[in-house]
């Protein structure tokens, strides 16, 4: 039974980022079962007390010591201005492939070419205090109010001069026929410890452990093993196809009647899932046999 000062209290957050996070947590080796109903998530680590929350306000119970460490977006931890510990940055494959961005955003009619040329008017955001410090640092008074949601229609209606808004590539904001005039902030999701929870060498390990492993499940992710033989005298032909994350692996086959007297090796590497489409053809016509692709959990 884990005591107190063995006990990671661990913030998981709520929303987009959830489903992906339990998920990137099972391939890292702990087993995470979350009620719908309950905001304490179950875990098969007696190490670990989860609990389930918004990222907007993680960073806030991280600094007070509410929890110890959790999984966040950067960009919260700049709109609540703390100061935590960050171990590890992700970008989750299978949601996003690039960071996303908080744009200061205005319809496609709209005058506004730069920041300077909102003063006086009125923005909407969900980073209301993040917008107000941008606009303080470059002289600039505007009015900035919080944004429940439906933050592009409010500029798209012309409810409010200019939106700070989040997005990945910009795609919904062109739809809305609004237009970015500049980029503010890039975010991804982090692993983060609150200071005091660092300084315990315990808790810090306990972290760095969850962060080397989610590291390598992440890496894992769209990568996959690949098994085949070929023989000798076609070897060279199919290194040369073979990406690897150093060297693909040689190993030399068991001379069977079946090989009748040539010299036969196995070859196995890690390569990009997304190239075994081109690929496979390839190595079939350089001379492999018997190709097998296999899924990675981890690659440390």
Not at 104 to 116: A, C, F, Q, W
Not at 145 to 162: I, Q, R
Request: hydrophobic share 45%; no cysteine.
């Amino acid at each position: 039974m884990a005591t107190a000062e063995r006990t990671l209290r661990f913030g998981i957050p709520k929303g987009s980022l959830e489903q992906q996070t339990v998920e990137m947590m099972r391939k890292s080796g702990w087993r995470i079962s979350v009620d719908g109903r309950s905001y304490i998530p179950t875990v098969d680590d007696p190490e670990l007390e989860l609990r389930l929350m918004r990222p907007q306000e993680m960073p806030r119970y991280l600094a007070d010591g509410s929890l110890d460490a959790g999984i966040t977006g950067a960009d919260w931890i700049v709109e609540n201005d703390v100061e935590l510990v960050q171990v590890e940055s992700f970008i989750y494959a299978k949601v996003s492939l690039r960071p996303t961005r908080w744009v200061l955003v205005v319809p496609d009619s709209s005058p506004v070419r730069k920041l300077e040329d909102l003063a006086g008017k009125r923005v909407a955001t969900e980073m209301v205090s993040f917008t107000r410090r941008v606009f303080a640092q470059r002289g600039i008074d505007v009015d900035v109010e919080f944004s429940w949601g439906a933050t592009e229609a409010k500029a798209a209606d012309g409810l409010v001069d200019a939106i700070v808004e989040v997005t990945e590539t910009g795609s919904s904001i062109r739809a809305n026929k609004l237009r970015i005039v500049e980029e503010l902030l890039t975010s991804t999701p982090v692993l983060v410890a609150n200071k005091d929870a660092w300084r315990d060498n315990w808790k810090q390990a306990k972290v760095r452990q969850i962060g080397v492993l989610m590291r390598a499940a992440l890496d894992a992710e769209n990568r996959v093993g690949l098994k085949l033989n070929v023989a000798r005298r076609n070897l060279e032909k199919v290194i040369a196809l073979l990406p690897a994350i150093s060297a693909p692996t040689i190993s030399q086959l068991y001379p069977s009647p079946a090989l009748k007297g040539e010299d036969w090796v196995a070859v196995e590497t890690v390569i990009a899932e997304h190239t075994v489409r081109e690929l496979f053809p390839k190595l079939l016509e350089a001379g492999a046999v018997g190709i097998v692709e296999y899924p990675l959990n981890k690659i440390i």
